[in-house]
Structures are given as C-alpha cells and as structure tokens.
Nanobody, 125 residues
Framework: QVQLVESGGGLVQPGGSLRLSCAASGFSGFTSGYYRIGWFRQAPGKEREGVSC??????DYAASVKGRFTISRDNAKNTVYLQMNSLKPEDTAVYYCATALSRYCSLRSVHFDSWGQGTQVTVSS
C-alpha cells in the first residue's frame, strides 16, 4: 500500500525558509522518473492549489512560488523535498504531497491518486 508522509512544516517569520519532506513507503521507485510527484497546498476557505511538480526530469511551479520554491528528490531515501525560501504570509496553508504513475508533470490535483496527510506551514511575525 502506497503511503506518503510529509514533515517539516512549522511556524516561520516572513522572509524565512522551510524545507518540507515527503517520504514514500509501500512502493519503490517513488523518486524515479516514472512517478509524477506534486506538492499542493490548501489555505482555510480556499481550494487546493498545485504548487510544484516533478516527473521524468521535468519540473513545474505555480507562478506564485516560482523563483522561491524548489522541488528535489533523494533517490536513496525515496524522499522528495520542497525547499521554500522568502516565505510570505500568503504561503500559509496545509501542504500535501501526492503521486501518480505518470511521466508527465501536472499541477492539477485530479491527476494524482495517492496523497499524504499534510503538514501545516504558517508564515507570520
């Protein structure tokens, strides 16, 4: 059974940084190019939005985070990271990682079928 576990969330001041981790268990090859991996976020009262994706060597980012967030993979640890720099209050949300068997990147939640439980990120002074 596929299981994704996010960690690394917390409270950070505006302008600060956090690194989120998404560890996969129950299947191998999570960080291979055969799996589409996405990071999403959902703020209170708002719809879930795609933040970043990675697949088959390709990456994509939402316009709101481009240049500030970076997605990366650690094959040895079967883990994907989201490095978040220059954080803003509007980045406050629950962040989720998700995956699907596909070699194409997507920022649409309907293109993912396995989800983690989420980790809270709060950006506030």
């Amino acid at each position: 059974q596929v299981q994704l576990v996010e960690s690394g969330g917390g409270l950070v001041q505006p302008g600060g940084s956090l690194r989120l981790s998404c560890a996969a268990s129950g299947f191998s090859g999570f960080t291979s190019g055969y799996y589409r991996i996405g990071w999403f976020r959902q703020a209170p009262g708002k719809e879930r939005e795609g933040v970043s994706c990675s697949s088959n060597g390709n990456t994509d980012y939402a316009a709101s985070v481009k240049g500030r967030f970076t997605i990366s993979r650690d094959n040895a640890k079967n883990t994907v990271y989201l490095q978040m720099n220059s954080l803003k209050p509007e980045d406050t949300a629950v962040y989720y990682c998700a995956t699907a068997l596909s070699r194409y990147c997507s920022l649409r939640s309907v293109h993912f079928d396995s989800w983690g439980q989420g980790t809270q990120v709060t950006v506030s002074s």
